[in-house]
């Protein structure tokens, strides 16, 4: 079981908005830790597309959007294009025991 | 440019101890508030986590995985070392290093190494 809970999947058509949901508790997102977001295409190693919550790396499109509350996070993609079809993993760091990191059980992003 | 690439044996058979290196450029792991992290994939499946090291040597563990998992660095050569202990076919994943910088993210990965277990 993650720490971190996501959907399974979710879908859209191309041009849709979309958001994908990362639960945590009080110790981890809840705790105030940053939440990001990482894109898996397939056969590819996993790139980060969202850090500290919000944060987008430099070439990845503002389609792309992070959001983060109380116990939860999401990510958003706007004008979704059939090259986003691909897994997403959220991942934030837990405070319980000694500590740890914390992923997502990820989700895939079926573009219809 | 930071460059991170895994190496050990991709073939090992149960009860083996499997030990795979990190070897990393473009970065220090002297440099404060920067890590190195190990997280496997298996066939199909989702990431998981399995160890982090920090600058100073503070060691983060799975707590699932923390009895068979040691983790070690060599500043000197630029390698990082994960060493898992009573290898199972369950454990048969992709394993990834990657650079944690001080903002907490992974920033870079590895290529991943396929570790097949199986008699």
């Known amino acids: 079981q993650s720490v971190l809970t996501q959907p399974p999947s979710v879908s859209g058509a191309p041009g849709q908005r979309v958001t994908i949901s990362c639960t945590g508790s009080s110790s981890n997102i809840g705790g105030g830790y940053d939440v990001h977001w990482y894109q898996q295409l397939p056969g590819t190693v996993p790139k980060v597309i969202i850090y500290?919550?919000?944060n987008r790396p430099s070439g990845v499109p503002d389609r792309f959007s992070g959001s983060k509350s109380g116990t939860s996070a999401s990510l958003a993609i706007s004008g979704l294009q059939a090259e986003d079809e691909a897994d997403y993993y959220c991942?934030?760091?837990?405070?319980?025991?000694?500590?740890?990191?914390?992923f997502g059980g990820g989700t895939k992003l079926t573009v219809l | 440019q930071i460059t991170l690439k895994e190496s050990g044996p991709t073939l090992v058979k149960p009860t083996q101890t499997l030990t795979l290196t990190c070897t990393f450029s473009g970065f220090s792991l002297t440099t404060s508030r920067v890590a190195v992290g190990w997280i496997r994939q298996p066939p199909g499946k989702a990431l998981e986590w399995l160890a982090l090291i920090y600058w100073d040597d503070d060691k983060l563990y799975s707590p699932s995985l923390k009895s068979r998992l040691t983790v070690t660095k060599d500043t000197s050569k630029n390698q990082v070392v994960l060493t898992m202990t009573n290898m199972d076919p369950v454990d048969t994943a992709t394993y990834y290093c990657?650079?944690?910088?001080?903002?907490?993210?992974?920033?870079?990965w590895g290529q991943g190494i396929l570790v097949t277990v199986s008699s």
């Open positions: 990657a650079h944690r910088p001080s903002a907490g993210y992974i920033e870079n």
């Open positions: 500290g919550n919000n």
């Open positions: 991942q934030s760091y837990d405070g319980s025991l000694n500590g740890l990191w914390a």
